[in-house]
């Protein structure tokens, strides 16, 4: 069975809510849509205070080409145009909506009729792209890249295969793992619209061999679509698989080089699972990005659970929904507790890449004391990028920038395997996550000049 070649870990998978279908979340009394919720430039408000918008109004256009649009989740009225405190930790602007009833945009497709290639032979790729540009549709694995751009390579770049990202290797997180049980059919169809897209004849669907379940619904699903070429591949239970580096690897034994290279560098489109149902769904169906699916979970938590979202809805709410704050909580994360980050406060709203919310208690969420590196080397082996991370983390704390860009600090995806590796409990991944920040701020400083 395929994996990456490089590092990796096995923390415990603690999939509490895997076994759980995907339940519809309650509307929000008051929805909260930061503008920020995508790389790139951030979206600009179209709408001001005491407008009327339904589900699926645009509230905010894309801010440039590296942007997607944000649309209202919600009927209602806008309250203000103002800042809130995201998963980020920092103020940013934001829409706030009073939510009034459910009253939809009539140009979405609400119908659960399956609509194909086949039914829709007239699309091109500039069709397609343009749908997914349209409709804010951006990365659902966390990264929020918007989709257009990524399926828009630059010149002399020949894709050779699209590959979905299934793997969902956070620990805790089944989000996609339901998704994939529930919507077969529409993340197919979505494979073959980003084939499509980029003209390409060969898709991939990679899914860690923990989701049996899902590896032979979609296997089986696929052969529905004979005259596409999709093959989904299992791979072996190793963390950070969902990284498109190292699911690159896994998948088709190629490896990116380090940046300025990209994935379609060496021939791949990547695309999360999410993504692709989300794709479906602004094509076939006419429907803006404006809700996803969350996984909320918790060894402490009283019913951990999967829930289709609507934007803008608290973490709070979900958090009721499942129980409510359970007594002995240490901490809330937003995302998993490889690469997600703790929260301020549960106020924060669900934005698209928002995946997962876990409630840590005390004893999980409670750091060992640092010691003193004792050089075993375990984060050098565990890191999937093949760096240094001691090294790195030493340059940073020692703000040596140079050396630090020297040693591709920038190459780091942030997974997390260092730290969880390291017997002497330093905060490696903290230290260069700072390192790393500060050196691509002094890159793009430089390449101002």
Not at 202 to 230: C, H, V, W
Request: net charge neutral; hydrophobic share 40%.
């Amino acid at each position: 069975m395929k994996t990456f070649r490089i590092g990796g870990v096995h923390p415990a998978e603690n999939k509490l809510s895997a076994a759980e279908p995907i339940k519809v979340a309650e509307l929000p009394k008051v929805a909260v849509f930061p503008m920020g919720q995508h790389i790139g430039a951030p979206a600009k408000p179209v709408v001001a205070k005491g407008d009327k918008v339904k589900v699926g109004t645009m509230i905010a256009e894309a801010g440039g080409f590296v942007s997607a649009p944000i649309y209202s989740s919600v009927s209602g009225t806008v309250l203000k145009v103002d800042t809130v405190v995201d998963a980020s930790g920092y103020a940013k602007p934001a829409v706030y909506i009073t939510v009034e009833g459910d009253e939809w945009e009539e140009s979405i497709d609400r119908s659960t009729e399956l609509v194909t290639l086949n039914d829709r032979p007239e699309l091109t790729s500039k069709d397609i792209i343009e749908k997914i540009k349209n409709a804010g549709v951006v990365g659902m694995g966390g990264a929020c890249f918007p989709t257009h751009v990524k399926l828009s390579p630059p010149p002399g770049s020949k894709p050779e295969w699209v590959i979905i990202n299934a793997v969902e290797c956070e620990p805790y997180l089944t989000a996609d793992h339901r998704l994939m049980l529930e919507h077969a059919d529409e993340i197919l169809v979505g494979v073959t619209l980003l084939m499509k897209a980029v003209n390409v004849n060969k898709g991939y669907i990679g899914i860690e061999n923990n989701k049996p379940d899902a590896i032979k619904l979609m296997t089986e699903r696929a052969k529905q679509f004979s005259q596409f070429d999709i093959e989904v591949v299992p791979l072996k239970v190793k963390y950070p698989q969902g990284g498109e580096k190292q699911l690159i690897d896994a998948v088709v034994g190629r490896q990116v080089p380090a940046p300025p290279a990209l994935p379609v560098s060496v021939g791949a489109i990547l695309q999360n699972v999410g993504t692709a149902y989300a794709v479906y769904e602004a094509v076939m169906k006419n429907k803006p990005l404006f809700e996803r699916i969350v996984t909320v979970t918790g060894k402490s938590l009283a019913h951990p659970s999967n829930f289709l979202v609507r934007m803008g809805t608290p973490m709070s709410q979900l958090i009721d929904a499942c129980g409510g704050l359970p007594e002995d909580t240490g901490k809330v994360i937003g995302g998993g507790p490889m690469m997600g980050k703790a929260l301020m406060n549960t106020e924060v709203p669900i934005c698209k890449g928002s995946s997962g919310v876990l409630i840590m208690n005390d004893k999980e969420a409670r750091r060992a004391e640092a010691q003193p590196c004792i050089r075993c080397a375990k984060c050098v082996g565990a890191c999937p990028m093949g760096l240094e991370p001691y090294l790195l983390s030493k340059l940073s704390a020692y703000a040596d920038w140079e050396r630090a860009e020297a040693e591709d600090i920038t190459s780091c995806i942030e997974c997390g395997s260092c730290s969880f590796t390291c017997p002497s409990h330093r905060p490696l991944l903290d230290q260069i996550r700072l390192g790393k920040a500060t050196v691509m701020g002094i890159i793009r400083s430089r390449n101002v000049k």
